[in-house]
């Protein structure tokens, strides 16, 4: 790898698909991984999965445990390529994962942390009573005009900027019929939204009865000191300590992901080689897109590790 500087980078509730955790099923150095969600489940993780219907592997609390656990399991398998990595970051339930990366915390006591979390925030978003919550991806040029309407709408309604993802990418977060409202708005014009397949509005004011449940439950963890700084998801700092790592990750359920500068972090840090932990590859294409200087590829992309470690040594 010379004198590559590395990152590992680990994406939230996006990209999941039916057949993300097939490795997971067969590889016999993940064995070991497999018992462990299947006692956190309490039920066999591949009749779990396999059992749910295609709508419900986006269901929030269904999403979250299997994206960890997908991460887990690349990292498992990727971590004996890499010799040395100077930087983790992850968005939104990513940044539970990488503190896995970091050293923080073993597998087992992640996904136990994830599962925690979902139920947390499902109680939270479960005030909202029967209209339920949404997330809007918004993207793309719009004028200075729509972009004052559209945050004159979202200030008057109780919508919520979840996450800024980059200069033109935002995440919005609020209740379900305050999303149609500001779409029905004829002030707003842009087409380049996604409704996301999401109905709890993470990083938002309304998940803020989940937060510190959450930050009690990571006080009695084992959660430790990463060996690895973290980027912390709010304010892209370096967390170190074990005291920085339970107050930003307790905060972010309900307090706006600033993507954006964890990435420009990690160019000014002066990372050349960022691996996507997957599933899809929604955060490398984001980085190289805003920094082209860094190269940046998810494990998804390779067909198998041995192509991933070659294109590490061709660094």
């Given at each position: 790898?010379?004198?590559?500087?590395?990152?590992?980078?680990?994406?939230?509730?996006?990209?999941?698909r039916?057949?993300?955790?097939?490795?997971?099923?067969?590889?016999?150095?993940?064995?070991?991984?497999?018992?462990?969600?299947?006692?956190?489940?309490?039920?066999?993780?591949?009749?779990?999965?396999?059992?749910?219907?295609?709508?419900?592997?986006?269901?929030?609390?269904?999403?979250?445990?299997?994206?960890?656990?997908?991460?887990?399991?690349?990292?498992?398998?990727?971590?004996?390529?890499?010799s040395?990595?100077?930087?983790?970051?992850?968005?939104?339930?990513?940044?539970?994962?990488?503190y896995?990366?970091?050293?923080?915390?073993?597998?087992?006591?992640?996904?136990?942390?994830v599962?925690q979390?979902?139920?947390?925030?499902?109680?939270a978003?479960?005030?909202?009573?029967?209209?339920?919550?949404?997330?809007?991806?918004?993207?793309?040029?719009?004028?200075?005009?729509?972009?004052?309407?559209?945050?004159?709408?979202?200030?008057?309604?109780?919508?919520?900027?979840?996450i800024?993802?980059?200069?033109?990418?935002?995440?919005?977060a609020?209740?379900?019929?305050?999303?149609d409202?500001?779409?029905?708005?004829?002030?707003?014009?842009?087409?380049?939204?996604?409704?996301l397949?999401?109905?709890v509005?993470?990083?938002?004011?309304?998940?803020?009865?989940?937060?510190?449940?959450?930050?009690?439950?990571?006080?009695k963890?084992?959660?430790?000191a990463?060996?690895?700084?973290?980027?912390?998801?709010?304010?892209?700092?370096?967390?170190?300590t074990r005291?920085?790592?339970?107050?930003?990750?307790?905060?972010?359920?309900a307090?706006?992901?600033?993507?954006?500068?964890?990435?420009?972090?990690?160019?000014?840090?002066?990372?050349?080689?960022?691996?996507?932990?997957g599933?899809?590859?929604?955060?490398?294409?984001?980085?190289?897109?805003?920094?082209?200087?860094?190269?940046?590829?998810?494990?998804?992309?390779?067909?198998?590790?041995?192509?991933l470690?070659?294109?590490?040594?061709?660094?």
């Amino acid at each position: 790898m010379g004198n590559v500087r590395l990152a590992i980078v680990c994406p939230g509730q996006a990209g999941q698909r039916r057949d993300m955790l097939d490795n997971l099923f067969v590889d016999h150095d993940l064995y070991d991984l497999r018992c462990a969600a299947s006692d956190i489940l309490g039920k066999d993780v591949e009749a779990w999965w396999r059992d749910l219907g295609e709508d419900a592997i986006f269901v929030s609390a269904h999403a979250q445990f299997a994206i960890a656990l997908h991460q887990i399991a690349a990292w498992t398998r990727i971590s004996r390529l890499v010799s040395q990595v100077s930087l983790v970051a992850g968005y939104s339930i990513g940044e539970l994962s990488a503190y896995h990366v970091a050293g923080a915390i073993d597998g087992r006591t992640t996904l136990g942390l994830v599962q925690q979390r979902a139920r947390l925030m499902d109680r939270a978003a479960a005030g909202l009573g029967g209209v339920g919550g949404c997330m809007l991806l918004w993207r793309g040029r719009c004028s200075p005009d729509e972009l004052a309407a559209r945050d004159r709408i979202m200030a008057s309604s109780g919508i919520d900027t979840a996450i800024i993802r980059s200069r033109s990418e935002q995440v919005l977060a609020g209740p379900a019929h305050m999303i149609d409202s500001l779409l029905a708005n004829p002030a707003i014009t842009n087409p380049n939204h996604v409704r996301l397949a999401i109905t709890v509005p993470s990083h938002s004011r309304y998940l803020m009865p989940a937060v510190e449940p959450f930050r009690a439950a990571l006080r009695k963890s084992g959660l430790a000191a990463p060996a690895v700084p973290v980027l912390a998801g709010i304010d892209a700092m370096r967390v170190r300590t074990r005291e920085q790592a339970v107050d930003t990750l307790s905060r972010q359920i309900a307090t706006t992901v600033r993507w954006d500068r964890c990435m420009a972090t990690l160019a000014e840090s002066g990372i050349d080689t960022v691996i996507e932990l997957g599933p899809g590859n929604d955060l490398s294409r984001l980085i190289e897109t805003e920094h082209p200087r860094i190269a940046a590829r998810s494990v998804d992309e390779f067909r198998d590790w041995r192509s991933l470690g070659d294109w590490l040594d061709s660094r």
